[in-house]
Structure formats: structure tokens, C-alpha cells
């Protein structure tokens, strides 16, 4: 993304008809355009109804128009928000009356995430900050947008810089004793350089289990439900879900295709798939749902694989395909359905097994509970923030340089150029969360994915 000077225009709001849609406009020096607009000056942060009108003078829309001088706005420039009726075809009039008066000052319809861009460019808020913005947009359950919420007030980032400034004072410390080694200084024993090391890498251990969480509730998991056919895995997604979402009958095989529903346990967003049952099949149709089963365990985060009693399920040489197909992080949990048809009851079940019954509820309760379990979910949300995957990975580099940086303090003075550059290393990472060294197409990669008003 190229970084504009003009001024920029956008729809706010989300398409479609409503009660009330927000034009914004960001730039230098919107007077003149206020001033061909209305006619008249606005006083900054005072809402003012307004008549708009096209070039003839006919009325287009009343108007609320309310006026940010720079530096106090959200970007940090002059912004203008017109806050009309919400009927699509309206908003792309005044869109147009605002572009053709502001033809003179440059005015251009804003790219996807430009507003926060230029929020970002002016010091208004970091990288991690205009990520939440659009975490909060994108929230898929309360716990997420509580999350995100505390992203955006800054948290995450007081957490990260606080650590890059521990960082910082120790790469002081290791850097003048290089600068200075007449000196004769035992500077590791002298500056206690080993506990703070050990202080920094501790909180950056609690840094990456909340990252692991707030990613967990930004982004769901990606749960599968996998087995031979007619093991209940259709009745087990209508009972996660609370309702009639797969077709369920007695006859194997009958769901042909891949059924994806979100749903939520205690907060934490599941997007579960029933997938078609695995087995040999000459019908062209059912293969072609089998082979979409695969794909669907290939990008899994979790498979659920189920059995039942009295179903044919090619032994063990099954689950041992499957165990091969799930990516390296994925967790992957056995569960016997049907137990109310055992004699023995969940008894009968493997030790190694979840039992449950998705006809009568049984252990099922226990069975979202051992879900949450195996994806990592640390069973809070509270003081949670909302992470992304860019955020855990910075943090997974920074933790692994920490760790070299302590073998090298190990070694006394000897490697202290060592740990100066692993400490460096470590540093850049964190500073990537935030912004603070990120390289440019980085950064446009990360605001493209913004909507069009953000």
C-alpha cells in the first residue's frame, strides 16, 4: 500500500439499507470543502444539521455533519463525517457531491484500511491497536470483542513495549561494557544481568500463553468430525449446535458433503464440520465428499474421531490414516458415540475414549469440556486479549533468541557480543507487534485486509 497525502473518502458503514449511513472524509484542510459543501464554517466537534445539495441546488439529503480539527481526530488530519439516511443509492450520491467539490483539493476514495493507516502514521494508535480495530469488527462471540477491546485500549501493547524496554536497558548495559572493556567490569554478576534475563523470558512465557488465547478467540477452531459412516457424527453436530443442522438418518453414508456450523462453547468460537464417513465406495458422489473429508483434516485444528458400537470401522487402520493426514499442531481426540445401545453403558467404552451419547446428551457436557482441553484454552476469559497468528509468531522468534541470549550469559564476558545480538534480535521482534520496525509491504499486506471506512 502506497502512502497517500490526498485527502480520502469512504462509506463508514456496512452495505446495505439502514436508518443512518456515515460518509468520512480524512485530509490537511477540509474548510474549503466544508465551506463549498454548506456554505458556511462548522464549528469542530459540534453536530450541525445541514441541507446537501446537488449542482442544480435540488436537496439530496438533511445531513449531520460533524468536523475534527487535526490533530484531535481519529487519524490525526482533518476528518469530516456526514452522517445521512442509510439507503445505498443515497450514499453513493453524496459520495459523488463530495468527490466532485473536492476535485480541486484532490479528494480520492480511500483504499481498504487507509483511515487507519493514517491513524497509525500520525501516532495515534500502533500496529497491535489498528489490528483491533478490525478485531472488533470481525469479533465472533462477547469474549472476543471484550478481547479485542482491550487490544485496542492499548494493552497488549503496554505489555509488549514494557518488555521491549527491559530488552533495551540490558542491550545498554551489554553494549557499554563492549564499548568499554578496560574497564575490567564483571558485568553479568555486577548488573544481575542472568535473573533479568530471567525475569524478561518468564513474562514473555505469560505474553505467549495470552497471545495463544486471544488467538484461540479471534480466529475459532477449526473442529472435525471424522469416523466411519453412520457413527452419529451428524447427530453429534446437531447436538453441539442445538439444532436440526444435518440430516440424520439410519442409512450409511448419508451425508455426501461437508456441513460447517459455528457455534460456541463457554465463549470460544467453534466452526464445526461433519464431514462425509470414510470408507471404500464405488458412488462417484459420496468419493468425492470422502475426498473433501481429507482436505478438511488437513487444515484442522481439532479432529474429533468418532465410533460407535457395532459399526463397521476397518479396525484400527482407519484411525492410523487419519493420525497420519492431521497437521503437526493439530490435536486429535477418540470418541465413542452410542453408548446407550452397551450393555455396560459408558463403562464398555475405551479407557482412552470419550463416551458419550449424542441421542441422549450423555457425556457431552464432559466431551466439550475435554475439547476446550486439547486446543489449549486456559478456561478464562477475563483480562484475555485478542491476538493474531503474526502477533504469536513474533512472540515464538523473541522467546527463541531469549533463550539463546541465556546461554551465551552463561558463558561469562567471553560471548558478551553474542548475547548483544541475540538480545538485538529478540528486541526487533517484539518491536514488530507494534509497529515499531516492520517493513513496509508488511504493513500494506496487514491494512489491505481492513474494511473500506477503516
Not at 285 to 292: D, L, P, S, T, Y
Amino acid at each position: 500500500m502506497v502512502t497517500r497525502k490526498i485527502p480520502i473518502i469512504a462509506i463508514a458503514t456496512a452495505p446495505g439499507k439502514a436508518g443512518v449511513g456515515i460518509i468520512r472524509i480524512s485530509g490537511q484542510n477540509l474548510t474549503g470543502l466544508i465551506q463549498a459543501l454548506f456554505e458556511k464554517n462548522l464549528q469542530p466537534r459540534q453536530a450541525t444539521l445541514l441541507a446537501l445539495r446537488d449542482k442544480l441546488g435540488q436537496p439530496i439529503d438533511q445531513v449531520l455533519a460533524i468536523y475534527f480539527v487535526a490533530p484531535a481526530s481519529f487519524t490525526g488530519e482533518d476528518i469530516l463525517e456526514l452522517q445521512c439516511h442509510g439507503g445505498p443509492h443515497l450514499l453513493e450520491l453524496v459520495m459523488q457531491r463530495c468527490l466532485e467539490l473536492g476535485k480541486d483539493i484532490g479528494l480520492e476514495i480511500a483504499e481498504p484500511g487507509e483511515f487507519s493507516l493514517r491513524a497509525y502514521l500520525n501516532n495515534k494508535i500502533d500496529l497491535a491497536q489498528a489490528e483491533a480495530i478490525a478485531d472488533l469488527i470481525d469479533a465472533q462471540s462477547e469474549a472476543a470483542v471484550r478481547g479485542a477491546a482491550r487490544s485496542l485500549q492499548g494493552n497488549f501493547s503496554d505489555d509488549v513495549n514494557d518488555l521491549v524496554e527491559e530488552i533495551t536497558q540490558l542491550r545498554i548495559l551489554v553494549e557499554s561494557t563492549l564499548d568499554f572493556p578496560e574497564e575490567e567490569i564483571e558485568f553479568l554478576e555486577n548488573a544481575l544481568a542472568r535473573e533479568r534475563l530471567s525475569a524478561v523470558k518468564t513474562k514473555l512465557l505469560t505474553l505467549q500463553n495470552g497471545a495463544r488465547q486471544g488467538k484461540i478467540l479471534r480466529d475459532g477452531i477449526q473442529l472435525v468430525l471424522v469416523g466411519p459412516p453412520n457413527v452419529g457424527k451428524s447427530s453429534l453436530l446437531n447436538t453441539l449446535a442445538g439444532e436440526e443442522v444435518a440430516i440424520v438418518t439410519a442409512i450409511a453414508g448419508t451425508t455426501r458433503d461437508r456441513i460447517k456450523e459455528s457455534i460456541q462453547i463457554e465463549g470460544v468460537p467453534m466452526h464445526v464440520i461433519d464431514t462425509a464417513g470414510l470408507r471404500q465406495t464405488s458412488d462417484e458422489v459420496e468419493a468425492k465428499g470422502i475426498e473433501r473429508t481429507w482436505e478438511a483434516i488437513h487444515s484442522a485444528d481439532l479432529v474429533v474421531f468418532l465410533s460407535a458400537p457395532n459399526v463397521d470401522s476397518e479396525g484400527n487402520d482407519l484411525k492410523k490414516r487419519v493420525l497420519e493426514a492431521v497437521p503437526p499442531k493439530c490435536a486429535i481426540l477418540e470418541v465413542v458415540n452410542k453408548v446407550d445401545l452397551l450393555e455396560g453403558g459408558a463403562n464398555s467404552a475405551p479407557k482412552d475414549a470419550i463416551a458419550i451419547s449424542a441421542k441422549t446428551g450423555q457425556g457431552v457436557d464432559a466431551l466439550k469440556q475435554e475439547i476446550l482441553k486439547r486446543v489449549g484454552w486456559g478456561g478464562t476469559q477475563e483480562g484475555v486479549i485478542v491476538s493474531r497468528r503474526r502477533h504469536l509468531d513474533c512472540i515464538e522468534k523473541a522467546a527463541e533468541h531469549i533463550a539463546r541470549s541465556e546461554q551465551f550469559a552463561a558463558n561469562g564476558n567471553n560471548s558478551l557480543e553474542l548475547l548483544a545480538e541475540e538480545l538485538s534480535l529478540a528486541q526487533n521482534h517484539l518491536g514488530q507487534i507494534t509497529g515499531r520496525l516492520l517493513p513496509d509491504d508488511l504493513l500494506g499486506m496487514i491494512f489491505s485486509q481492513f474494511c473500506i471506512g477503516k
